[in-house]
């Protein structure tokens, strides 16, 4: 069974800083895209980041400058950098990766999700 297991939330003030990272389960898969996305109250889900097996990253608007996706291909991780962090990055945020067994179709998993709260 895949598993997808975030870490690194919490609560933060506004300016500060934290790293999520997130780990696949180990498999006879392979990870093509891995990402993160948020969900506020109300509020649907929405992309944050995201990067390629290649390293290929895309960012929300909300988000460039301030948040860095990186991967290590070797550990099966994702993460993600936030930086000057504002109140409305709250959100609980949610990895991703899609993987694929062989040359069958893509799979997408999600995480249980981590908590965000940027607040004074």
């Known amino acids: 069974q895949v598993q997808l297991v975030e870490s690194g939330g919490g609560l933060v003030q506004p300016g500060g800083s934290l790293r999520l990272s997130c780990a696949a389960s180990?498999?006879?898969?392979?990870?093509?895209?891995m990402g993160w996305y948020r969900q506020a109250p109300g509020k649907q889900r929405e992309l944050v980041a995201a990067i390629t097996s290649s390293g290929s990253t895309n960012y929300a608007d909300s988000v460039k400058a301030r948040f860095a996706i990186s991967r290590d291909n070797a550990k099966n991780m994702v993460y993600l950098q936030m930086n000057s962090l504002k109140p409305e990055d709250t959100a609980v945020y949610y990895c991703?990766?899609?993987?694929?067994w062989g040359s069958g179709p893509q799979f997408r998993y999600w995480g249980q999700g981590t908590q965000v709260t940027v607040s004074s």
């Open positions: 180990r498999g006879d898969f392979s990870i093509n895209i």
């Open positions: 991703n990766a899609d993987l694929r």
